[in-house]
């Protein structure tokens, strides 16, 4: 964005990396358009600098050299156009060579039907680097991806940068995690602790209250020695959840244990539900969400936190006698005025259904990258833009 506003990108090739890969319907309609939104201020970017334009994205995971009609980003460039109201030519085979004037866009057709993209072959990348002047990544949700169009061409380009979606994402995470306002608040729930054993052990160093939920919850309400009947949980997990209950303590931080539940014979939308007290749950119950008096409990202390990170609901969402906990907390995280952050398919299905994300700090555009990042890893397409920045200097 800097080099746009110096001017610098006028009349150059442009080279933009977004993350447009949108779920789909069997019909090929895309269902939820959120990448492709937040992919085009920087689109706008450039071509209001001047440039001529190059856009590009995968979609899904096909097998390389061999192109299916389903995973080309033809529905894509449709959503795009309307988006922009203006046209969005796609572009096939463009490895070698690309026609787009200065002022003008091309989407590129799926950068992973490319012999060479997932496994970074340097050939390949060399040819993408010389498709352009200037390289913008702005695909978080692909960072922790090292393929070509996120790694490799950022290698080799002329000038190789971070763009404004990329850079947004980074810097709320850093707000959140590197430098955060406290106490910091951690929400980690979801069906597994396997899943998430390395967030969860990444958070405990970091965080002032590791929120459970889900399935996570039951393995560490096991770990705690209450009953969980028949819930969901991984037994084998007991230890591992031991050790972070533990680190957190070590640290005068804490984990909150659910002391109520709410239990259901069966895993169904009309299931009978009942609320009990954690200590009281029979052989044949199934947790499905946190009890109303734990759900108070910690929204009260959600609305006392200085930044909180949300990922995963901590109950079944979906069915409405299972619903209180996740809609207590996402009220909550609403109302806060903490710095809150929220990533992770389910987590975004729940602020949807609520309606909070514009009291939502920052949601994330991000599925692995994000939790990624709350596992305390690097993301590869990041990195190489800063050794990039940090040789130029
Ligand atoms: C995602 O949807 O998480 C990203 O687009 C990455 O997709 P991938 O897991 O196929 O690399």
Same mark, same amino acid.
Request: proline share 5%; net charge negative.
């Given at each position: ?69 389903? %995973?080309?980003?033809?529905? @894509? ?17 463009? @490895? ?20 060479g993209e997932?496994k970074n072959k340097e050939e390949l990348a060399r040819k993408m680097a ?5 390289f ?10 090292a393929e070509g169009t996120t790694y490799g061409i950022a290698q080799f380009a ?58 996570? =919850? ?28 533990? =680190?957190?303590?070590?640290?005068? =931080? ?8 709410? @239990? ?20 044949? %119950? ?98 190489i ?9």
């Amino acid at each position: 964005s800097d080099l746009c506003a110096q001017g610098k990108a006028r009349n150059q090739r442009v080279f933009i990396r977004a993350d447009l890969n949108v779920p789909q319907d069997d019909a090929g309609n895309i269902t939820e358009d959120t990448r492709i939104r937040a992919s085009i201020p920087a689109i706008r970017m450039a071509l209001d600098a001047g440039a001529a334009v190059m856009v590009t994205s995968h979609l899904g995971r096909p097998t390389e050299g061999e192109f299916k009609p389903e %995973d080309s980003l033809a529905p @894509v460039a449709k959503r795009m156009a309307e988006l922009m109201g203006r046209d969005v030519p796609l572009v096939a085979n463009w @490895v070698d060579g690309v026609q787009v004037a200065p002022g003008q866009i091309v989407l590129l057709e799926n950068c992973r039907l490319n012999v060479g993209e997932k496994k970074n072959k340097e050939e390949l990348a060399r040819k993408m680097a010389a498709l352009c002047d200037i390289f913008v990544n702005d695909a978080f949700g692909t960072a922790h991806r090292a393929e070509g169009t996120t790694y490799g061409i950022a290698q080799f380009a002329p000038i190789a940068c971070a763009g404004p979606l990329l850079s947004a994402e980074i810097d709320a995470l850093t707000k959140a995690l590197a430098q955060p306002q406290r106490p910091l608040s951690a929400i980690v729930a979801g069906s597994k602790v396997s899943t998430k054993l390395t967030i969860l052990q990444s958070l405990a160093d970091k965080v002032d209250q590791l929120i459970v939920g889900g399935g996570i =919850a039951n393995t560490f309400m096991l770990a705690a020695g209450l009953p969980i009947g028949k819930s969901l949980a991984e037994p084998d997990l007991l230890d591992a959840a031991k050790a972070v209950m533990a =680190a957190m303590k070590a640290r005068g =931080a804490e984990v909150p244990i659910p002391t109520d539940v709410v @239990v259901a014979k069966t895993f169904a939308a009309d299931a009978p539900a009942t609320v009990k007290a954690a200590t009281d749950v029979a052989a044949d %119950d199934m947790i499905l969400d946190i009890g109303p008096e734990t759900a108070a409990r910690l929204a009260a202390q959600l609305k006392s936190a200085g930044t909180i990170v949300w990922n995963g609901p901590v109950g079944v969402f979906e069915f409405a006698a299972f619903e209180n906990g996740t809609k207590q907390l996402a009220k909550a995280i609403a109302e806060s005025s903490a710095f809150s952050i929220a990533g992770g398919g389910d987590t975004l299905a729940a602020i949807a259904k609520y309606g909070i994300d514009k009291q939502v700090g920052y949601i994330s555009t991000g599925g692995g990258a994000f939790l990624e990042v709350l596992e305390g890893k690097k993301l590869p397409a990041f990195d190489i833009l800063e050794q990039r920045a940090a040789a130029s200097v």
